[in-house]
């Protein structure tokens, strides 16, 4: 019967599949190569990914779909050409015929349409949905045939019927995150990036150290306690009894400022606007903290170790600018300033984190065992740092200017390495 059909009219017909083969198979790669979040949010605007994202759903049916017309066209494609190849060069044709279906299939059916619906899987896949989607409900009963099939094999071979979807580890999010650019623009990224981050910080890393907690000794006589009071820049402050060790509570300024104003705050009266103190130990990463301070309706603790000891005070303010970045000017910060010396030197204080000037010069230096430069360069030298000692700590030269009378680093002159410092800028 087809022998009868004039060889144009058959090569036309060959043309036709070999085109609704690449469609199928540009389908199938578009598809399976949508962006499922961006699909979700167009969904609810286009019709098109509205039904990409039914298809989707049951990826099983759309495989079988997808697979029964491929698979049906290709061979169609595959007789006429015998047909063709026969009428014209006779039972040698035969040859001829398979090199050329097997060359065309390749390059217009296969790799040229897939290649392309991989780098515009919307343009291909929201507008092949309009056509899979009825062809489904129209083949429907073939295809749930095919796949009982498939599933019956695939059991016999003890192959799960169900595979579990797997969640993202922290480590593949973090390179999602970073290699494909998905948030945009680059400080939300980083965001991003510091909240994940948040899992490996502990309380230790930001907190202010023990010796540079500034509270206030319920034991001075108010005249020092009243012009505490007044030139204080902070919000809250820890009250304690002669030591920073016996903390009584935490003082909120706010709650004091008309007494003071009208003179009637007294030691009776401030005790009693006391909040009870609030521990955290300083093993606690920061993204669990940052949730207790949240249940807890607070914003500052008191760090303590494994023994119980205070070392050191955190708030929540701490925390957030290890996602955000620095988003204060406090005037207590004009102290831990970091003045740049020349092409290649920058004075920094003994006290502040290691953590703070490696997010805000784009160094490397360890923050494994210190919290501070101070506690850097004392760990370095197992011994009690003196004026004008210069120590080389991963690349980093340190010079010691000036200590205090407490042996505690109080200015350090920094040099990075020239290669770290070409990358920053």
Known sequence: MLNSIPTNYLLGAIGVLLFLSAFFSSSETALMALNRLKLKNDAKQKKGAYLAQKLLEQPDRLIGLILIGNNFINIAATALTTVVAIKIAGDKGVAYGTAFLTFAI???SEVTPKTYAALHPEKIAYVAS?????MLKILYPLVWLTNLFTNGILRLLGVPQSIAKEALSHEELRTLVVEN???????HQNMMINVMNLDHITLEDVMVPRNEIQGININDDWATIEKQLIETYLTRLPVYQDNIDEVIGILHIRTILSLLNNKTLNKERLKKILRKPYFVPESARLSA???EFQRKERRMGLVVDEYGDLVGLVTLDDILEEIVGKFTSEPGDR????IK???NQYLVKGRIAIRSLNRRLQWNLPTEDATTI???ITEYLQDLPTQDIAVEIEGYRMTILETTEDNIISRVMIE????KNLKSD
């Not at 102290?335 to 970091?338: P, T, W």
């Open 106 to 108: 390749l390059i217009f």
């Open 130 to 134: 309009f056509i899979l989607a009825p």
């Open 181 to 187: 650019n998905m948030i945009d623009p680059n400080e």
């Open 289 to 291: 903290q940052m949730k």
């Open 335 to 338: 102290g831990l300033k970091i």
């Open 341 to 343: 010396k020349g092409d």
């Open 374 to 376: 101070n506690g850097l």
């Open 416 to 419: 990075p390495p020239l290669v």
